[in-house]
């Protein structure tokens, strides 16, 4: 019984930590002196609003504002994030991808969103010292596609996908 009790509690410590782990695994990281933003991990999603040998992904995205003033989040850094396969192909998100997310969430819940971390990494006033975590992103992509780079364009950010 001894023996059953020790096995049990060391499958469950076992279990906890390795959950605890995939849910803040890190596929991407960008940062320069005011932000940081990690990319936890791609969802994959066919819709029939896809065109033709495409498919839609979801970026699961961490944003931190490093820097002790507000900053236009959404103008400077989220609707810039973009994603190149091998080829140097890039796929932005932009306005579409925000529908990309909505449908997503249609389908599968709305439980998985955190709608005030969503707000927050699209508007203008992130605040100082802040981290918010969302599915920020959608990309509509080759169904074949390799994504290996991941970035804000616009800041010339990129960092290489794990």
């Not at 969802?43 to 900053?71: C, H, P, Q, R, Y």
């Not at 605040?127 to 780079?149: I, M, Q, Y």
Request: net charge positive; glycine share 8%; with cysteine.
């Amino acid at each position: 019984m001894k023996t059953f009790i020790i096995t049990f509690i060391i499958v469950s410590f076992g279990t906890v930590f390795n959950f605890s782990q995939k849910k803040n695994t890190v596929l991407s990281e960008i940062k320069n002196n005011d932000v940081t933003i990690t990319l936890h991990k791609f969802i994959e999603f066919n819709s029939s609003n896809a065109k033709s040998g495409n498919k839609f992904i979801i970026a699961d995205v961490t944003i931190e504002n490093l820097t002790d003033k507000n900053i236009a989040m959404g103008a400077e850094y989220t609707m810039g994030v973009t994603l190149k396969d091998a080829s140097g192909n890039e796929y932005r998100s932009g306005l579409r991808g925000a529908g990309i997310v909505s449908s997503y969430l249609a389908k599968n819940g709305t439980g998985a969103q955190d709608q005030k971390a969503y707000n927050l990494c699209f508007g203008d006033k992130f605040p100082p010292k802040t981290k918010a975590r969302s599915l920020l992103c959608g990309f509509e992509v080759p169904n074949d596609v390799k994504v290996v780079s991941f970035g804000v364009k616009k800041k010339n950010l990129w960092s290489n996908i794990k």
